[in-house]
Every structure is written in structure tokens, then in C-alpha cells.
């Protein structure tokens, strides 16, 4: 089955000045506005190009208002480029997107009818223009042909899709089966639009109500008496108040979605308004769209860490601006650096001048190590976050999908892969944080021999050493870890009497471990699903050892998205993710254990004691 039956064709973009000819309400609540201007004609741009006459074929053709920002007296205007058009880096317009209702070539006259809602710069704007007011327009891009072999339209609408339904109406194939259902707020909104037989309309008045807070057009379609044959459904509103009626005609009533258009044109949401004039929206508070549209796009955070591992900002910063060189000097097929490249100038990271590149003082931060390190593909962090591109099987099964993508486990990787180094190095660093306040906590009192299972062990071994004269460790990692506790440590191992007593085991936490009356374990548990970390404390309480355990429980009331990032990175990479307070707990408890103290030390670490 096809995608849709409507044929869809492009035209090519284009910015028109357009002019208003006259202005004047069709209904209280409708503002029609009529245009003119050359440029609908067709216009030829000051650099020559040739942009094509204004053309609208379909009854649901909509063009886009370029409006200044609420407070500005200018647009900011894209440039007529040839077939395209070129947006400015440093800001945008206020974009909306009304339907022609009626395209005149002959007269060069647009129409377009604005609903009057209140606080909106499209709708204030139509409210208050008169004739020989300018604005911009571009559009329409695409056209969506009638649908082909139907044997019904439904069409289903509430003022703002008034003007496509309108002039469906009036334009449709002859003898086209319809039933057309309308919203508006009161009778004296409903529009004379004359229509043949074969037309059903049905006008839905909801009264005082707010637009888009009814079921009137839910109850109308779930209603309907079924037509006979295909149906093609076409419905438009406010976006959320059309979600029920999408489901219902897709799992009731079984339309193919090739037979089903549902185009959400409004949203309805509170906007902060400017102070002086409450009939336009505070644009510095329009940025939702602009977030939604941001977070769609996956390719920056990749291509941020493909430069880096491709070495391109360090080469530029270098001065290896010419593309043969930089090429040469990444290692880089020139043809495709020069692709990456446009993209890096499109995302303001590169400039180009004459036939240099060179960092823009953006894309500057890409040489900086602090962020450099983290973004290499090769780095722990980006080993890991790999994992996310199995998040949607890591929610699903609640495991981790590390091993079954990758062929190894995150930890066992980083037990054989260079930049291990990295990951072990990390854990040093973090331990130096804590480890010196967690060592004065009162939990090691009285303790001989302590087992630390630990990344970063090295460093929690020698604290505790140092703070207990008398006190033996023993520290447990796999294989690569004590390989790394060696090599960073060196001679100090053998002549540092510190290490006398602390003692480096090779071996699984699992396996049986050297008696000892104390097990610290550190930021282990977040790296175990549920059922191995109540294994893990289960084999470990069975030593008859004091447990004590150190997680960074993760604060609901002040969570960030930070944090629940790294929550999710750690579900796929582990099959944990982080717990709260609540979730240690409950885990201890199906470990069979007792929470005999709780306290908080550096950056809401908590050091539990688990009887
Ligand atoms: C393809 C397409 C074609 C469209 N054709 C038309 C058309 O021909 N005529 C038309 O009037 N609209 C049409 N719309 C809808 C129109 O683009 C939106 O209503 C738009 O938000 C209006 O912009 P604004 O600047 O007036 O209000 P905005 O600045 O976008 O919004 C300000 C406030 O007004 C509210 N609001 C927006 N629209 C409405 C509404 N209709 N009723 C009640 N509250 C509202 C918002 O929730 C917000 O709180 C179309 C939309 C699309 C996508």
C-alpha cells in the first residue's frame, strides 16, 4: 500500500514582500486579509535569481508568515538564494502558518483568512493591519495533490482549518462523497460556503468553551454512520484534542494511515505576554519549539566526537587549515573531510576563509581537554555511551545490552581496551575525593582486615591504612584492575611500608574471598542489576564480614538532566542505572540485610552499613 494517495510536489522556496489590499471580518472570529504585491508575480532578485510566480493548486496549501518579534520593528528575513532559501545565523523570524483560501493568478490576489484568538502575533497582527501594510510570506513549498480512489472524504476541522475546509468545499472533483465536520465558537461563526449534494456539513458550536478543550468533533466522527468503500480521512485543530479522534479511526474504525492526515495547526498553551501590550506573546519565552526541534537532531553530538577522534580541531588549532593538509595530517579521505567540514561551518564550529579553515572561538572548545577527552570515541565515556544506541532494548528488557551489541561487558572492555588506563585513572581521582573523609567515618572502628572491591581501590586501600595503624586490606578487582594498581604504583608497591599491609588479590568477588572482618564496597552496586547486586551482598554478608557500602543514592526532589542522563547510560551499559535512597534499601532488604547505619559524606555519597 502506498504511503498516502496524495501525490505530493515541491515547489521551490521563496520569500514574497506581499501587500494588504483590504482587510475586513467574514466572521466575528475570523479576520480575512486580502494581498497583493509584484512579487507574487514572480520577481527576479538583486543577484539575479529568478523566483517563480505564487502558486497554490490544493485546498490545504499553507504558506509561512515571517512576523518580527513582538517588540522589534523588523523581521528577521531569510535571503532568496536560487532554490533555496538562506537563513541568518543570528536569529529568526516569527514563523506561522496560515492556509490560502483563495489564490487569484489573474488578479494576483492571496487571501488568507486569520482566526482572531486573542494574544498571537499572527492573529494581533490581522487584526490590526490595514491597507498597504507589508509582511513576508514563504511558500508554499509542497502540494499534496487530491487523494487518488477514494470513495469518501471525511474531513473534520476546527476554525483554523476552516479556510482549507472552505475551500475544499468549493474546489473538490466533481461528485466527491464528503463529510465534513466543523468546530467553532458560536453560530455566528458558521461561514456561508455553499456546497453540493454529495456534501454532508455538519457545524459543531461549542460555545463558551476554549477552543480545544472539547469533544464535540471526537463525538461527532465516533459517531458517524460509517461511509461505504475507501475513506479518506483528513482532520486539523489543536494538536492534542485530535489525538483521541487519530486513535479512534485508526484501531476502530481500521484506516490504513495512507488513508489518514491528522495535522495538529495549534497548540493550546499559556504564553507569557509582553507587559505593555497583552495581545502579543513575550517571544524570549518562545523557545519550546526551538528546544523540541534541537533535541530531534542526533547528528551534533556525533559529529562533536567524530572531530575529536578525528583529530580536526587539534589540526586546525594547529594552523593545518588548507583541506589537502588537514587531510593528510588526519588521515581522512579529502572528498569526505570536505563534507564533514560544510557541516562543522553550518553548526558554527568551523569558518571558512578563502581556502582556509580555522575554529570559530564555538568550536574552539573542541581543543579544550576537559571537554576533548570525554568526546573521543575511544574514551570511556563515549564506550559507554555507545550503549545508549540500545536504550530502546535496555527499557524494554530492563538488562543491559552491552555485551550482546559490543561482545564483551563495559568493564571487561575496559579491562583490555587502552584507554582502560583512562577509566581506572577516573577512579583514582574520584576516590581522592572521598576517600579521606569517608575514612575518618566511624564505620571502620575496630575493623583488622578490610576487603575493598572498589574502582579506585588503590586509593581507599591507602587511606584506610594510613587512618588505621593496624588495619590490613586486601583489594579484590579483576585481572586489568590490579595490572593497573601495579603499573601506577610502580616501585612504591615494594618499598612504601604502607603497603606492607595492604595486599592485591586478581580475582571475581565472587570467588571466595581471604577472611577478613570488614568488606567495603564502592560504587559497585550501580554496576550490577538488582538480581547480581542481591547475589553480590548476599555472598558477601555470608562471609559474616561488616558490609560497608558507598552509592551516590540519587535525589528525586532535586534530580537533573544530568543525572537522569546518566541514570539511563548506566541502565544500558550495566542493566542498573542509578537507585535512590529507597531502591538501596529495598535492596539490602531482599538481600536479607539490615541498613544498621545511613551517613551522608562528600556530594551525596551515603556509606550504608548493612547488618
Ligand atoms: C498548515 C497550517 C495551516 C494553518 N492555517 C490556518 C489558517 O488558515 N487560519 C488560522 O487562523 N490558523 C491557521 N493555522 C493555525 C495557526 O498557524 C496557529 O493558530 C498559530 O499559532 C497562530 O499564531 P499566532 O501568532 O496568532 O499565535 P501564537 O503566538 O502561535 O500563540 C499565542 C497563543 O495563542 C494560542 N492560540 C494559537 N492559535 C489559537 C487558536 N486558533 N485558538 C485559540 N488559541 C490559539 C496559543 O495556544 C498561545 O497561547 C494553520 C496551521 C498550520 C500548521
Redesign the pocket.
Known sequence: MPRTVRQKTFYSPAIREVEVIDAYDVTPGMRRIVFGGDQLRGYTTEDGIEVPAFRSDEFDD?VRFLFPTPGEAEAILPRQGDGELIHPSDGRPMV????V?YWDPAENRLV????R???????TWSARCGAGDRAHVVGPHVTDAHPENIDHMLIVGD??AL?AIGRWIEDHPRGQAATVIIEVAADADKQEIPAGPEVDVRWLVRGDAP?GTTSLMFDAVAGLDWPDGAVYAWVAGETLSLKAIRRHLVEDRQLPKSHLEV?G???????ATLADDPAL?DASEDWAEDKFHEMCELLPPIALRVAVTLDVPEQLSRGVGRLDDLAAATGCDRAALAKFLRYLITADLVEQDGDRYRLTNLGEQLTDDYYAKDLHLESPEALAERALFGLADAVRTGRSVYADRFGVGYRDLMGTHPSGGRYFGDADDFANYIAPTLVTTDVFDGLDHVVVHADGGATYATKLVEANPDMRVTIVGMPAQIDHIRADLGDTLDTDPLFARIDLRAQSVFEELPAADGVLLVSMLDKNPDADAVHLLRRLAATGAKLIVVEEPLQESTISDHDTMADLTNLAVYGSGFRTDAEHRALFTAAGLRVASAQHIYCGETVYTLA
Not at 506561522?96 to 492556509?99: C, G, I, L, S
Not at 484568538?117 to 492573529?123: D, I, L, Y
Not at 495547526?265 to 504564553?271: G, I
Open positions: 499553507a506561522r502558518a496560515y492556509t483560501r488568507v483568512d486569520f482566526v484568538h486573542g494574544t498571537g502575533v499572527a492573529s476554525e483554523t479556510p477552543g495535522a495547526y495549534w497548540r493550546r498553551e499559556t504564553v506573546p
